[in-house]
């Protein structure tokens, strides 16, 4: 892998930030997707926080013909959850390995650093946080799932065990049923970790009840 940073868009609540949050965004999709999210949370009282918005890689993704497009691994065929890329998945992980290391570089340590994603951004959350060495201050996973979930047992980190995880989904998502979510949830309990299950009556996407959720969520990190 080269060693070039993932190209980020970022934005700071406050001068000297204390908190970074890393959000990663879904196929298809770039850094942009999530920036007008901030503006919507209630940080109010909160330490400053500098949001890091990554940009994926492009690259040929099997279920859509082999079209090239913004994407943290390959999806090779609609059961996401028989084949998938693992070697893809792995390639992003040490990806955002390297922005959590630019972040404690720049004077965040990694308890202070929440890592965010939707969709496959969900799964690069859980991939990368769960097997994190150090302990991170949060996992914040919106319609996703846990990827490469046999491997987990063995890869996991104890340092993150105690790391609170938001977990939300929509109960009419098309694109990752609410099952596989429910099995990522059940898995994660099954292995002790302090999850706040949430769902909503929404598609494959966010919704207003969620980010309220979500603020609520973040302020209880940023304020302990």
Not at 62 to 82: E, P, S
Not at 168 to 174: E, I, K, L, V, Y
């Amino acid at each position: 892998m080269s060693s070039t940073l993932l190209e980020t868009i970022e934005i700071e609540s406050g001068p000297h930030p204390k908190f970074a949050v890393i959000w990663l965004h879904g196929l298809g999709a770039d850094g942009n997707d999530f920036v007008p999210i901030v503006n919507e949370l209630d940080l109010s009282g909160c330490p400053a926080i500098r949001f890091v918005f990554p940009h994926a890689p492009t690259m040929p993704v099997t279920l859509n013909g082999g079209y090239v497009m913004r994407a943290w691994y390959d999806i090779l065929g609609t059961d996401i959850a028989k084949r998938e890329d693992e070697a893809g998945l792995r390639l992003s992980q040490a990806r955002i390995e390297q922005l959590i290391e630019r972040e404690k570089a720049r004077g965040i340590p990694a308890g202070r650093i929440i890592l965010a994603g939707f969709s496959q951004g969900c799964a690069m959350a859980m991939q990368t946080g769960l097997r994190h060495p150090e302990k991170l201050a949060g996992l914040l996973c919106l319609s996703g799932y846990v990827p490469l979930r046999d491997a987990l047992a063995a890869e996991r980190h104890p340092a993150n065990q105690n790391t609170p995880v938001f977990l939300a989904h929509g109960r009419a998502d098309p694109i990752v049923l609410i099952d596989r979510a429910e099995q990522s949830r059940d898995l994660l309990k099954s292995m002790d970790y302090r999850v706040e299950w949430r769902e909503y009556m929404m598609q494959h996407s966010v919704c207003l009840e969620e980010i309220t959720d979500i603020g609520h969520w973040l302020r209880q990190i940023l304020q302990a």
